[in-house]
């Protein structure tokens, strides 16, 4: 790694990411701006030459729930908590508002952009650490994912677990299935993956003030070329949060969190990794979109000055492995 390594994921889930914790309701407008919220993040991606990794659920591929249906694994989770399963959702509601469960148009927009990188977030926005599932169960849904992908001549070699929830059995399963890298958490305590259950206030409270004062540090890295057969580790360095009308005046130290990162990831050659989800555009999209634009204006300058690269997860990992 020379000069530093700028590296962008989105996790692009849609409804199917926020199911089992918010209403249709409380979500139609944020889920509805995705479809005009990612085309704007493309060109602007575009203006700045950003490559980045969108680590997609595979029920956005399809067109509509009979699809999907038609294509669901024999084996499904069986999750303790029922209300996770989607299957039981799609059957009783049909996900009728299309816009709102599937993407396939925008699939393809990413695609045939230049530099972005389709990786997979399982097929059914999957939860490794909730009780109740199983390792095979979890397999056969991403396989499923991946064979649904190369039906649209896509080979995703790349994983961002849901939730960030994954330990070494779920990773080596992977592994069996052909991946190359997954995104690991912030190697901080206070983003260790866990249930949901182990979402405690402490915890969210940390992760918030960590956005704007530095109690974690920069969480930029050095990568190691992992043993034969095992995948790469391109752990997450900070979340992009959105725009907050109630929080809006710390703005500034939220850019300067990010852009202090950044330029140590630069001077030390060491990757920092920068991640959200497009539906956290779908409103106050303007207000996210101007504040992105920052963050890649500073990257614009490290790379004038530094050489540093912008680079999606799979591309860190070809040049790892090679």
């Known amino acids: 790694m020379k000069n530093g390594s700028f590296v962008i994921s989105l996790d692009f889930e849609l409804y199917w990411g926020v199911r089992d914790k918010r209403t249709l309701d409380e979500c139609r407008d944020r889920m509805k701006g995705v479809h005009s919220a990612i085309p704007r993040v493309l060109a602007l991606f575009e203006d700045y030459d950003i490559h980045a990794t969108w680590a997609t659920v595979g029920f956005l591929f399809f067109s509509d729930a009979e699809e999907l249906l038609h294509n669901a694994p024999l084996l499904k989770p069986s999750y303790d908590d029922q209300s996770l399963c989607p299957y039981s959702y799609v059957k009783l509601t049909g996900a009728s508002e299309k816009e709102l469960h599937f993407a396939p148009h925008l699939v393809d927009k990413i695609a045939s952009t230049k530099g972005q990188e389709v990786a997979t977030h399982t097929l059914s926005h999957y939860y490794c650490l909730e009780a109740g599932q199983t390792v095979e169960q979890f397999q056969e849904d ?94 997450s360095s900070r979340f992009l949060r959105p725009y907050s009308k109630r929080l809006s005046l710390l703005d500034g130290l939220k850019l300067k969190r990010i852009k202090d990162a950044m330029s140590y990831a630069a001077e030390h050659n060491e990757i920092f990794h920068l991640w959200w989800h497009p539906h956290n555009f779908g409103v106050d999209t303007d207000e996210n979109l101007r504040f992105l634009e920052r963050v890649l204006s500073h990257y614009a300058l490290l790379r004038e000055n530094q050489g540093m690269a912008s680079m999606s997860m799979g591309e860190v990992a070809n040049m790892v492995m090679k």
């Open 142 to 235: 991403l396989g499923t994912a991946l064979d649904v992908a190369k039906t649209r001549g896509l080979e995703l070699k790349t994983l961002v677990f849901p939730r960030n929830q994954s330990d070494e059995a779920y990773i080596r399963a992977f592994a069996d299935l052909g991946g190359q890298a997954y995104r690991g958490n912030e190697f901080s305590s206070l983003y260790r993956a866990s249930a949901t259950s182990g979402h405690n206030l402490a915890k969210r409270a940390g992760r918030l003030l960590d956005a704007y004062i530095n109690l974690s540090g920069s969480n930029t890295y050095k990568l190691e070329t992992p043993a034969p057969g095992e995948c790469l580790n391109i752990p």
